[in-house]
């Protein structure tokens, strides 16, 4: 079982949508939860941090979390064309500092 | 600009070189991390300093991998006896050693191996 899993994609969604990405991690002991983002050639960008059950809000990003689950989510409101990009989950192994990366899902904001 | 910075930016080099890639943390944090990532995946851990003091190694890092912190600022990853599989984008972060720490990356050495 992968420690951490995202639906590769693409996700595509019109201009001015929600688009919703999902996220389950398999070690419950997890602790802390991110979002990066990572355009094309470039390194990942912080979004989102999240480390207790329910929702987290900032500007069009919601973050979700549900432990019990085993699940993150991330809500993007009114999609732009220029959040097309790769989003990747990650979690901080509760035995370290480390993060475990999803592969990644990318999403298309369609104009 | 997260304010981790790296460099080179790009390299490329010929199967059995020795690289160097350089790693300036943000000023105030302690904690330093290397990853690597290949095309399609998400980044993989390799190692990570706090202070100048290498608390843990990945498995990923084989004996040609080498990485230091001298005086717990900058830091240096070198691979000795490059081979192709090791074309990957070399990801540095640091971050405060704090609970719920975030980390900030920098913009990566893209590496090539010919």
């Known amino acids: 079982q992968k420690e951490v899993e995202q639906n590769s994609g693409p996700l595509s969604v019109p201009e001015g949508a929600i688009a919703s990405l999902n996220c389950t991690y398999s070690d419950r002991g997890s602790q802390s939860f991110f979002w990066y983002r990572q355009y094309s050639g470039k390194s990942p960008e912080l979004i989102m941090s999240?480390?207790?059950?329910g929702d987290k809000e900032d500007g069009r990003f919601t973050a979700q979390l549900n432990k019990a689950s085993q699940y993150v989510s991330l809500l993007i409101r009114d999609s732009q064309p220029s959040d097309s990009a790769t989003y990747l989950c990650a979690v901080n192994r509760p035995a370290g500092s480390t993060l475990t990366f999803g592969k990644g899902t990318m999403l298309l904001v369609s104009p | 600009d997260t304010g981790v910075s790296q460099d080179p930016r790009h390299k490329i080099t010929k199967r059995g070189q020795n690289v160097t890639f350089r790693c300036d943390p943000i000023s105030e944090h302690n904690r330093l991390y290397w990853y690597r990532q290949t095309l399609g995946q998400g980044p993989e851990f390799l190692t990570y300093f706090q202070n100048e003091a290498q608390l843990e190694k990945s498995r990923l890092l084989s004996d040609r991998f080498s990485a230091e912190r001298p005086k717990g600022s900058f830091s240096t990853l070198e691979i000795q006896r490059t081979e192709q599989g090791d074309s990957a984008m070399y990801l540095c972060?640091?971050?405060?050693?704090?609970?719920?720490?975030?980390?900030?990356f920098g913009p990566g050495t893209r590496l090539l191996v010919l």
């Open positions: 972060a640091s971050s405060l050693a704090l609970a719920g720490e975030t980390q900030y």
């Open positions: 999240i480390y207790s059950n």
